[in-house]
């Protein structure tokens, strides 16, 4: 604007310095053109909420395409009339939109909602003007965010921001306004299949302020809205499903562990051998997890073992205990039903060593000469297969063994023994059960 001077038949006056041709209009009811409202029927919609989430997920994702008319039309002349008074748009040939929801449970008490829409709006026309556009309707791209508070069945809180963008070709307007909305309100549900809704509107961006109220922005004379906010009022009824029986609590799994041996013998040391002692094949046995859900669900097995190792997943596992000292080793394996159950069970093996293992049984020799002369000694020697230490006990059939009991070789006095056989018998104290004899 600029102020235009002081005449002689005028005192200073302010006047705008950009002028334009461009109309202003709302995009709602753009022919209204009476300074007072006038109870109607603006527009009617059908449309299906087509929800991609199962009805107790928490989190839900709908798709809602619809379809928008108007019952007032500009092809006559009382639908006009109408829409001069506020009754609507009057598209020809309605408008189609599509809204996309996301919304999910937060807690018992607290739901969110989010969604984006588009409304491909079609343009009124005039039949005494040959199908004349009379104009050319914005398109409109929604969204919104709304929260809801359950207090019980009967009562809930609900609070909702959301705006309208004009977007697409046109006819230009000198006022242009994108309205954003902050709704804050109640319903209330006096039976599951109908109920009553209150609340408050407050319009945060007026027409001919910048977007959340900056500064003006407006012509000399522009009169703004004294209360561009209002109330919102809602009674619904509708079908509801009877309510389905809760499902049970998950139940946590049972579990049972079983191994093929419940002992692994170990052989004797080498060097050493028993006849009552059956030593084990393997040093491995098969662990197996019997495993049940109530609620099938599916199973995961965590193993852990005091000794050895593991080998396999799963219910059905290899428990290799080789290099294990003799004792008693404990397997536990953990199920989770991959809820909110994990339940252990365990079983033990014991590695053990046979009891009566003795020295394998010597090859025992004795040698000797086939004759000797007449009172000189005989000298018998003996030979055992063992690096065991091994005290002789040597015994003759004749004569005196003058030297060498307890070693390998011996002299026998042969005295008086003129023509006579002399057999000499050893046995080696660490095997009292083996005897050599030699003649």
Known sequence: TRVQPTTATTLPITVPNLFTIAPSYLPDAPFINRLYGETSFTDHVVGAKIRLTGPNNPLGVA????????????????????????????????????????SARLSRHVNVSAN?????????????????????????????????FPVNKHLQLIAEARSTMYVGGRTPNAFQNNPVDVLGGVKIYPARWWGLGAAYRMNVNQQGDRLFGSGPNFPVGFKRSDDPNGFIGQFWI?????????????????????????TITLPCVEGTTSAS?????TRSVDLTADARDPDNDTLLYTWSVTGGRITGEGGR???????????????????????CHTVPGSTTVTVATC?????????????????????????FSSSVSSSAS??????????????????????????????????????????????????
């Open 63 to 102: 798709v809602i395409p619809f379809y928008r008319w108007w019952p007032d039309k500009a092809s006559a002349f009382a639908g006009f009339n109408q829409m001069q008074r506020g009754s609507g748009a009057g598209s020809d040939l309605g408008d189609f939109g599509v809204v996309g929801v996301v």
């Open 390 to 439: 091994v005290t002789y006990n040597w015994s003759v059939s004749a004569g005196t063994i003058s030297g060498g009991q307890g070693t390998p070789t011996i002299t026998v006095d042969t005295a008086g023994l003129g023509g006579q056989t002399v057999t000499a018998t050893v046995e080696p104290v660490s095997y009292t059960h083996l005897r050599a004899h030699e003649t």
């Open 317 to 339: 596992v290899a428990w290799d205990l080789s290099g294990a000292n003799p004792g008693t080793y404990t397997a536990t394996v953990e199920v989770s039903d991959g809820c």
């Open 355 to 379: 009891t009566d293992c003795h020295p394998l049984c010597p090859t025992v020799s004795v040698s000797c000469p086939s004759e000797v002369d007449l009172g000189s000694p005989i000298t």
């Open 277 to 281: 002692c059956t030593p084990s094949a």
């Open 116 to 148: 984006l829409g588009y409304i491909l709006n079609s343009n009124p026309k005039s039949k005494a003007m040959g199908n004349a556009v009379l104009l050319d309707r914005p398109d409109e791209f929604l969204s919104g965010l709304g929260f809801d």
């Open 238 to 262: 509708g079908h509801r499903n009877a309510r389905a029986v809760p499902p049970p609590p998950n139940q946590p799994p049972t579990v049972s562990v079983s191994a093929s041996s419940a």
